[in-house]
């Protein structure tokens, strides 16, 4: 039984990396590594303005933001950068409240070019700030109702791939080129995609996770059903809603010729706080959840807790001098073991 078993989930493995695999050259987010920056360096390097707003919904913002906010809590950055997506008119208040529109450039993403959402947003904008190729940047699909707004009003644009989804477009002009105004090194960045590319492909130890995980999805699909992202760490939570925008558009599909529909609903968690809450139904509740972990291996900070005894809670003096790094990932660790001791979930993940 364990032998086919092994040999199911290695054949389930070697068809998703084929699969994978026949997709290059036909979808254009595996070229961004190597893509050229120089348009994209020589603008940033131009903009004098201090706040950054971009104007976008889905995958024209959330690639985005979970980079920024990975970024922001170590690095200072001289310009500050805002995400205006949703027709909320309380957040919209609140953001404009922030800003001094003389000093603001408006970076307007939509790779369809229509998109509602980001319009209504743009024409305020616009009853706000006169039109301008100053104070506007235009990222669309080329040929789009933007881009050719760009082009009658000179407007900066910068094109999305056609072969490139908008969400999967973080890496394409949509992220480059809002990163690169407030000043992240987008060539480190992109070194850094080419190299997991590079490893994936090579079949090294990042291929064997994913494909195996994958694998794990694909045998137990009317199992687990739900997926939770359990993410150990603020800088998280942003990357928490992209995750839940990729798996949710790219697997909640109608399968052709077919009646059923499908996907696996994600979660995203973020510990500890939600080891006060979700935890329990994890745990107590329906098994129809696989969970996923995600921690920082290093957080670069020495922040230790005092050791100091409170009266009436001396049982807890063993956390003193913890540092809260260790404290944070063993909190994790403690998790993923109450989980791992469920009955039915057999398979490590």
Known sequence: MENKQFFEAFNVENRIFDEISHEIGQ??????????????????????????????????????????????????????LFFCESTDPVLLNSTFKKLDLEDTLFIIISKSGSTIETISIFKYILS???????????????????????????????????????????????????????GVDIKMLLQGAKKIKESFFKQTQSYQDITHKASFYARNIGKYNINCLFSYSEAFRSFNDWYIQLWGESLGKKQCNSYLNVGLTPIGLIGPTDQHSFLQLIIEGKRDKSVTFIKVKDF?????????????????????????????????????????LLKDLTEEE
């Open 27 to 80: 979808i254009g987010y595996y070229e961004l590594p190597e893509q050229n920056i120089d348009v994209i360096s020589e603008f940033a390097s131009n903009v004098t303005q201090k706040n950054i707003v971009v104007v976008g919904i889905g995958g024209s913002s959330l690639g985005t933001a979970a980079v920024y906010d990975f970024l922001r809590y170590k690095k200072n950055f001289e310009k500050k």
């Open 128 to 182: 706000l700030v006169e039109l301008n190729e100053k104070q506007f940047v235009i990222v669309s699909d080329e040929g789009s109702s933007l881009h050719k707004l760009a082009q009658d009003k000179k407007l900066p644009y910068f094109e999305i791939p056609a072969n490139v989804g908008g969400r999967f477009s973080v890496l394409s002009n949509v992220g480059l080129l809002p990163l690169a105004i407030i």
């Open 300 to 340: 670069d900070s020495i922040l230790k807790i005092p050791n100091i005894s409170i009266a009436y809670l001396e049982n807890l003096d063993y956390v003193n001098e913890v540092d809260f790094s260790d404290l944070i990932n063993k909190q994790s660790a403690k998790t993923q073991n109450r989980i791992h």
